[in-house]
């Protein structure tokens, strides 16, 4: 699929306007109309990464790549923090405990800071 294909389904699941779409993507509104049209397409890897990401998110993914899957798996393994490790690190707790509390009075809809 190629990225004007990609810009009108993201355009066509999301609600978006163009607008809307140039600013999420960091670029002019002609530049994401030239886009859709298939006048020109994204040169700038970032861009092109942007559109990938805002398609996943509004679209989902066809597939994933094994070797970058398993890549990512194991550095969240050796990232995994233990009960134990978070009791025994006052600071890892504190800022636990400040995290839940934010995001609970967030959730409930309160608006002390």
């Known amino acids: 699929m190629n990225y004007a294909q990609k810009l009108k389904k993201i355009v066509q699941v999301s609600g978006l306007s163009q607008e809307d779409l140039a600013d999420r993507l960091e670029v002019s509104f002609p530049t994401v109309n030239s886009w859709i049209n298939a006048k020109s397409e994204p040169t700038r890897l970032n861009a092109k990464n942007k559109i990938d990401i805002l398609f996943a998110e509004f679209l989902g993914a066809?597939?994933?790549?094994?070797?970058?899957?398993?890549?990512?798996?194991?550095?969240?393994?050796?990232?995994?923090?233990?009960?134990?490790?978070?009791?025994?690190?006052?600071?890892?707790?504190?800022?636990?405990?400040?995290n839940l509390t934010y995001h609970t009075n967030t959730i409930e809809g309160s608006t002390m800071t």
């Open 62 to 98: 066809d597939s994933v790549d094994k070797s970058e899957f398993e890549k990512i798996k194991n550095i969240a393994l050796k990232k995994r923090i233990t009960i134990k490790k978070i009791i025994e690190n006052r600071l890892l707790l504190d800022n636990l405990i400040l």
